[in-house]
């Protein structure tokens, strides 16, 4: 419901942090909490359609896409859908 931008970039390290971890395969999760990951990003994206994730006044002057929670939410949900599978 709250999701500021440094609240999305706590959130983000963490998710970045718990996929390395997997990636590598140091850890393995049960189905719940892949479950749980992707009820939470699922949520998150229709809240941060609005949010930028970044501050900058360069990147909103130049012509490249802007990036929002929902967008990032968007890709770390296919990166977990990924891992699961």
Known sequence: RKI???TW??????FLALGETLGKNM???KDEAYDEIINFL???APVGKS???TISPL???ENTPKR???TEARLLKRFFLKMRD
């Open 9 to 14: 970039y706590y959130a983000k390290r963490c």
């Open 42 to 44: 699922d949520a998150a």
């Open 4 to 6: 500021g931008v440094d």
């Open 27 to 29: 850890i393995l999760l």
């Open 68 to 70: 929002t929670v929902s």
């Open 51 to 53: 949010i930028a994730t």
């Open 59 to 61: 990147e909103s002057q």
